[in-house]
C-alpha cells in the first residue's frame, strides 16, 4: 500500500495505525530485563567454572611437563604445593632450578594427598617419569566447585576428574 498518496483518506486512516505504542515497548524492555535477571547468575556460574577448568588443566600440563623433564634429564623434579599462597613451584632436585606457577584470582587448593615435607605438599617425579606415589590434588574455585588432579602410582598418568578417586586417603 503506498502510504504517500495524500489524495485518499482511506489511505491515510490506514496508515496510522503501523507503528508500536509506549506500552508495547515497555512491555518488551520489562520482559527483556526480566530474562536478564533470571539468565545472569547462571552466566556469572559458568565464568567461575571455567576459570577453574583452565586453572586444572595448566596445572595437569605443568605436571607432564615435570615428568618429562624428570625422564629427559634422568633427574628427579619435584612439584612443591603451596596453598598459603596458591602456587606450586617445579624444582629440578639437582639444579634447585625453579619456577613459579601462581593460581588464577579465585582458585586454590581445595584438597591434597601428597604428604608434607617440610611445610608443603610435595610430588616427586623420578628420573623415569613415574612419581614416588600416587595421589590426588584438588583445585576449588570460590563457588566450592572442585576439580581432582589424580596421578597414578605406577605410570604417573596425570588425569582431570569431577570425582574423587574410590580410595584415597587425605595427608
Given at each position: ?42 552466566v ?43 602456587e ?5 632436585a ?6 613459579i ?8 587448593y581445595?584438597?591434597?594427598t ?58
Open positions: 500500500m503506498n502510504c504517500f498518496n495524500k489524495g485518499s483518506i482511506t489511505s491515510r486512516f490506514k496508515c496510522q495505525g503501523k507503528g508500536f505504542t509506549l506500552i508495547e515497548l515497555l512491555c518488551v524492555v520489562a520482559l527483556l530485563g526480566l530474562i536478564t535477571m533470571i539468565a545472569l547468575p547462571a556469572n556460574n559458568l565464568g567461575s567454572k571455567r576459570n577453574l577448568e583452565i586453572a586444572a588443566r595448566g596445572l595437569a600440563t605443568d605436571l607432564r611437563k615435570a615428568q618429562q623433564k624428570a625422564v629427559t634429564l634422568g633427574r628427579t623434579q619435584l612439584v612443591e604445593f603451596r596453598p598459603s599462597t596458591n606450586y613451584r617445579i624444582r629440578d639437582l639444579t634447585e632450578e625453579t619456577v606457577i601462581t593460581l588464577p584470582e579465585g582458585i586454590g581445595g584438597v591434597n601428597y604428604r608434607r615435607v617440610g611445610d608443603f605438599p610435595l610430588l616427586r617425579f623420578r628420573a623415569t617419569g613415574s612419581p614416588c606415589r600416587g595421589g590426588t590434588v584438588g583445585l576449588e574455585n570460590k563457588d566450592k566447585d572442585i576439580l581432582y588432579l589424580i596421578i597414578t602410582p605406577a605410570t604417573g598418568r596425570v588425569r582431570i576428574s569431577e570425582e574423587p578417586p574410590e580410595h584415597w586417603e587425605i595427608y
